[in-house]
């Protein structure tokens, strides 16, 4: 455990420290944070006035280029092709030019004959404007590394005029790298040049002017990878500020683009480290300064910590002698006139007091210890003041509420010895009560299982007659089913005697015609005269058999009648015996779900009979278990009377404050 001097030591060094280190800190970072502000702002102006440096001098040379384009003699037709030659080889010295062209209207050089009526530059030129060529690496002009410069070359010199040919000039292939080897940031800042495709048209190292491609070399090249994407936002025409790593060292490039170009881009870079050293320097010096600060902080902090802490010590360790237990060792001495001295004093009063109340307490447990309830535990009351008067209001509460308990239980001593005795009485007749209820339980299970085999018997017989009821119902159902093949073959007999009558009705028919026949033949016989007497007897025999089959035919006619009413009142009676048959079979059925009923009643009434067996049973073990506990419970309350006599005995030994029962 940490000491309270190493913890003020601590702390004020700590407190020292980190605020030495926030204000260096603070300072290095805003330091830091300036420098690197001066350097965004002062390389995003360099770059800016990088691309204004370089756009100037491309219009530079435009007005070279303009100023030949306003020669009045070069539009003159007598002009000689010498002249022109001259005029050419004198700008060209003058100016430091690669190269000097004259175009007439059609294209054609007029020094040497040769045809450029198909280049842009001529193109653009002839239509009255300035053109600047992209960086050629290689040139129809002989020149590697170069940029073609145009205007328009005016009638008789004068400007805005009739375009009358195109002028063309191709300056020093080393001016755009004088112009950036002229640009300088810091001691080791560089500035470069790109084309709209990437590669390297100006640099102070010639070598590279031409060959290098970041964003081509990216492709296989890892380590170009930042590199590239920086100048694709070069290559895009943006203006801006960005770091990348460069042969392992961190160089901040700041870019814009140069107008007047087509799509050239200015890069200025420095390497981060080399433009930053005076900050590393400043900030070294600050945490030398912070250190040195610390150092005379912790001398510091050691006087005045063991000053402060040492008093506080001397006191902490009489208060830990005093939480285990020691109250009679003395309180240090402090000479010191601050809290400290506050702090000593008021440790040698709690001493003290705590000293003088735990006496007093320990006079009031002995006193209850030995049984004296009525001891006067206010004798000492001046001693708990403040907090500590709480603490012998609760022992005076503690005393009264044991005594009041005591009393209590020695009045309620003697009514359990009194009511043990009541009880032991009780449960003795509980016990004989409950002897005397298993006995007639015993009986009751008795009956009830001769019932329940009465009714199981009962159950079994009404069973048995639903069966046979079941039984008789299905034969009688098959009465009824014949019955109606009688009812319908009696239907058919019926129909088939009204068949019979219209067959006797036919043959009374033809006895009629046949009689009407003989008739006929009975007149013609008469009127053939001798010659029709044998045709006479055969109509007499015709005559004869039509009235015998007319008489058959009624007596049939006759019999048939007679038939039908007997076979109509048949089935009038067979109707009658199978609508009885019907009512015999629905009563059949009713008797039989009776039956059915009279039987699941009977079977519920056994389960009853099972359950009611069951809890019969159950309250015959209930009863021997209430009979048990019955005599458990009489021998309970005599070691109850016994134990409630001990109580008393103990109780009589202590002394009550009569005054605090009332």
């Not at 030495?20 to 006035?49: C, P, R």
């Not at 590669?199 to 031409?210: H, K, M, N, S, W």
């Amino acid at each position: 455990m940490k000491s309270i001097k190493t913890k003020i030591l601590a702390a004020m060094i700590g407190i020292g420290l980190f605020s030495s280190l926030i204000i260096g800190i603070a300072g290095a970072a805003l330091n830091f944070s300036s420098a690197e502000s001066i350097l965004d702002k002062s390389m995003a102006e360099t770059a800016k006035l990088a691309a204004s440096r370089v756009q100037t001098e491309i219009d530079r040379y435009q007005a070279i280029a303009s100023e030949i384009g306003c020669i009045s003699s070069l539009t003159d037709p007598a002009s000689a092709e010498s002249e022109c030659a001259e005029i050419a080889a004198e700008r060209t010295a003058k100016y430091g030019l690669e190269v000097c062209g004259i175009l007439d209207k059609n294209g054609k050089d007029m020094i040497n004959g040769t045809d450029f009526s198909n280049e842009e530059f001529f193109k653009v030129s002839s239509a009255g404007d300035e053109y600047c060529s992209d960086f050629m690496v290689e040139s129809s002009f002989g020149v590697e590394n170069a940029v073609l410069i145009s205007t328009p070359l005016w009638e008789n010199g004068i400007f805005g005029s009739t375009v009358a040919g195109v002028v063309y000039i191709i300056p020093d292939n080393t001016f755009l790298n004088e112009i950036v080897t002229n640009i300088n940031v810091g001691e080791g800042g560089t500035a470069y040049l790109l084309s709209s495709d990437g590669l390297t048209i100006a640099f102070y190292d010639p070598e590279v002017v031409g060959k290098e491609n970041a964003q081509e070399s990216a492709k296989t090249d890892p380590s170009y990878q930042k590199l590239a994407e920086v100048e694709a936002k070069m290559c895009a025409g943006e203006t801006g500020f960005d770091q990348y790593k460069y042969n392992g060292n961190l160089e901040l490039v700041a870019y814009a683009p140069v107008a007047g170009t087509p799509g050239w881009s200015i890069g200025v870079n420095v390497v981060r480290d080399e433009f930053m050293g005076g900050t590393y320097t400043s900030i070294v010096i600050s945490v030398i300064i912070i250190a040195v600060t610390c150092v005379l902080a912790a001398v510091i902090a050691v006087i005045f910590s063991k000053k402060l802490a040492e008093p506080i010590v001397l006191c902490s360790e009489r208060i830990v002698k005093l939480s285990e237990g020691d109250l009679t060792s003395q309180v240090p001495a402090v000479t010191s006139r601050d809290e400290t001295k506050k702090l000593a004093d008021a440790t040698a009063i709690v001493v003290s007091q705590l000293n003088s109340i735990f006496k007093d307490i320990e006079r009031i447990l002995e006193e209850i210890s030995n049984g004296n309830l009525a001891v006067n535990s206010r004798d000492n009351q001046q001693l708990y003041v403040g907090d500590y008067s709480q603490l012998i209001e609760y022992i005076e509460l503690i005393k009264n509420k044991l005594s009041h308990t005591m009393y209590q239980i020695n009045t309620a001593g003697e009514q359990v010895s009194a009511g043990s005795d009541q009880v032991s009485s009780g449960a003795q007749a509980l016990a004989q009560g409950a002897t005397e209820q298993a006995s007639s339980i015993e009986e009751l299970a008795a009956t009830i299982e001769v019932i329940a085999g009465q009714i199981n018997e009962n159950a079994a017989n009404a069973e048995d007659a639903m069966n046979k009821t079941n039984a008789a119902g299905g034969e009688m159902q098959d009465a009824i089913t014949r019955m109606d093949d009688l009812v319908s073959a009696m239907n058919d007999i019926s129909r088939s005697s009204d068949e019979t009558k219209k067959i006797i009705q036919t043959i009374e028919d033809i006895a009629f015609q046949t009689n009407i026949l003989s008739l006929n033949a009975a007149v013609e016989a008469a009127r053939a005269g001798e010659a029709g007497k044998g045709f006479a007897v055969v109509a007499d025999e015709v005559r004869n058999l039509a009235g015998k089959s007319a008489e058959a035919a009624q007596n049939t006619t006759a019999l048939i009648e007679s038939t039908v009413t007997t076979i109509r009142r048949g089935t009038a009676l067979v109707d009658e015996v199978a609508e009885k048959m019907t009512g015999v079979s629905a009563s059949a059925k009713a008797v039989a779900e009776i039956n059915s009923k009279i039987s699941e009643a009977s079977r519920n009434t056994a389960d009853s009979i099972t359950q009611i067996t069951i809890g019969v049973e159950q309250i015959s073990e209930v009863v021997q278990a209430n009979s048990a506990t019955s005599e458990e419970s009489a021998a309970a309350s005599e070691e109850l009377s016994s134990q409630a006599n001990t109580l008393k005995q103990l109780i009589s030994q202590f002394r009550f404050n009569t005054r605090t029962l009332r």
